[in-house]
């Protein structure tokens, strides 16, 4: 298949497209998304086969206005009236309960449908021309960083999709918060772009993090919950702890000239001058939101740069820290080392 390079002017075609049941990729504010008709369960399940995606891991349906909302979901829950009147357009995604219409492949066989209207001007139009919800997981290959420019996508995916619609960087660089307001307390599973003490503020009591964020093995609920993604080709280890300096320190002893290295800008001080390995720096530790914005496109640069082993500082998580240190386990397979005092004693 011969995948189209389009300019935005050209969006006619992209949403032609995908009326004919075509995949297009698009840009959203978090990373590029991969868009099929939600309606149609043949193009839907291209996406699986053209990102080699598991079939039991669900996807958002894109929506480019409220009332798309209602032709999706059987129900709206007055708490998620307040996260859309907040946060809408941006990079949250709910859960519904799913309309008997929506194709089961979409819900990865659930009763839920997760849904958002994503806050970028070419995906909102994209969605309006074509006419109908965008079914859309991340433009990459499964497991794969998640792509934050059309540069990306075409890496992954050409020769197997009709179009990549080029939208330039994106800017969040992570994937959107996903929130169940179904149960008796809301729950993040996946978190994203959107903070949990955000959607506390608006909601005005605690939101609780899922088990399965904390290594519980139960079937996903939602994209990302499950499976190595955003994984680099070279094994990846992330390094946690209490102190600062002690995870520097491990990473001085440990590194070697074809290992790369992913730091803070305080880290990256530290080590200059000391240390082999290929630095990447990714922001000061009190921007985890730069942090976020650079961590897939700096996952690939190893992967281009052929190191052997990539070693990651790990970041507070706290505010969008949670989110990144998410993406990061998820990128090591669940590989965070706690570097513990007594190494050093």
């Given at each position: 298949?011969?995948?189209?390079?389009?300019?935005?002017?050209?969006?006619?075609?992209?949403?032609?497209?995908?009326?004919?049941?075509?995949?297009?990729?698009?840009?959203?504010?978090?990373?590029?998304?991969?868009?099929?008709?939600?309606?149609?369960?043949?193009?839907?399940?291209?996406?699986?086969?053209?990102?080699?995606?598991?079939?039991?891991?669900?996807?958002?349906?894109?929506?480019?206005?409220?009332?798309?909302?209602?032709?999706?979901?059987?129900?709206?829950?007055?708490?998620?009236?307040?996260?859309?009147?907040?946060?809408?357009?941006?990079?949250?995604?709910?859960?519904?309960?799913?309309?008997?219409?929506?194709?089961?492949?979409?819900?990865?066989?659930?009763?839920?449908?997760?849904?958002?209207?994503?806050?970028?001007?070419?995906?909102?139009?994209?969605?309006?021309?074509?006419?109908?919800?965008?079914?859309?997981?991340?433009?990459?290959?499964?497991?794969?960083?998640?792509?934050?420019?059309?540069?990306?996508?075409?890496?992954?995916?050409?020769?197997?999709?009709?179009?990549?619609?080029?939208?330039?960087p994106v800017g969040v660089g992570v994937e959107s918060?996903?929130?169940?307001?179904?149960?008796?307390?809301?729950?993040?599973?996946?978190?994203?772009?959107?903070?949990?003490?955000?959607?506390?503020?608006?909601?005005?009591?605690?939101?609780?993090?899922?088990?399965?964020?904390?290594?519980?093995?139960?079937?996903?609920?939602?994209?990302?919950?499950?499976?190595?993604?955003?994984?680099?080709?070279?094994?990846?280890?992330?390094?946690?702890?209490?102190?600062?300096?002690?995870?520097?320190?491990?990473?001085?002893?440990?590194?070697?000239?074809?290992?790369?290295?992913?730091?803070?800008?305080?880290?990256?001080?530290?080590?200059?001058?000391r240390c082999p390995g290929q630095f990447l720096v990714?922001?000061?530790?009190?921007?985890?939101?730069?942090?976020?914005?650079?961590?897939?496109?700096?996952?690939?640069?190893?992967?281009?740069?052929?190191?052997?082993?990539?070693?990651?500082?790990?970041?507070?998580?706290?505010?969008?820290?949670?989110?990144?240190?998410?993406?990061?386990?998820?990128?090591?397979?669940?590989?965070?080392?706690?570097?513990?005092?007594?190494?050093?004693?």
């Amino acid at each position: 298949m011969d995948t189209l390079w389009l300019k935005p002017e050209e969006i006619s075609v992209a949403a032609r497209l995908l009326r004919e049941g075509q995949l297009v990729a698009f840009p959203t504010e978090t990373v590029y998304g991969l868009g099929a008709n939600a309606w149609s369960e043949e193009a839907v399940a291209g996406i699986f086969l053209a990102k080699g995606r598991p079939q039991d891991n669900p996807l958002i349906v894109h929506i480019a206005g409220r009332a798309q909302v209602e032709t999706l979901a059987a129900d709206i829950p007055p708490e998620a009236e307040k996260l859309m009147e907040r946060f809408w357009p941006g990079p949250l995604t709910l859960l519904f309960p799913k309309k008997a219409e929506v194709p089961e492949l979409v819900c990865a066989g659930l009763e839920t449908v997760a849904i958002r209207q994503p806050a970028h001007p070419l995906a909102l139009e994209l969605i309006r021309q074509a006419g109908v919800p965008l079914a859309a997981p991340s433009a990459n290959l499964s497991g794969r960083p998640s792509p934050t420019c059309a540069e990306h996508v075409w890496e992954d995916l050409a020769g197997r999709i009709a179009a990549i619609l080029d939208g330039g960087p994106v800017g969040v660089g992570v994937e959107s918060t996903v929130v169940d307001l179904l149960g008796p307390e809301p729950m993040i599973l996946r978190p994203g772009g959107i903070t949990r003490e955000e959607l506390e503020e608006v909601l005005g009591r605690p939101v609780l993090l899922d088990p399965a964020l904390l290594g519980a093995e139960e079937r996903p609920r939602s994209p990302g919950m499950k499976y190595r993604h955003y994984a680099p080709a070279a094994p990846l280890e992330v390094l946690d702890g209490p102190e600062r300096e002690l995870i520097w320190q491990t990473i001085l002893q440990e590194a070697t000239p074809d290992t790369g290295l992913l730091l803070s800008e305080e880290g990256a001080a530290y080590l200059a001058g000391r240390c082999p390995g290929q630095f990447l720096v990714l922001a000061p530790l009190n921007q985890p939101e730069k942090a976020a914005q650079r961590l897939y496109s700096a996952l690939r640069t190893m992967d281009k740069a052929g190191v052997k082993r990539i070693l990651a500082e790990a970041w507070p998580r706290q505010g969008l820290g949670l989110a990144l240190m998410n993406r990061m386990e998820k990128a090591a397979g669940g590989q965070c080392r706690r570097v513990e005092v007594q190494q050093y004693e």
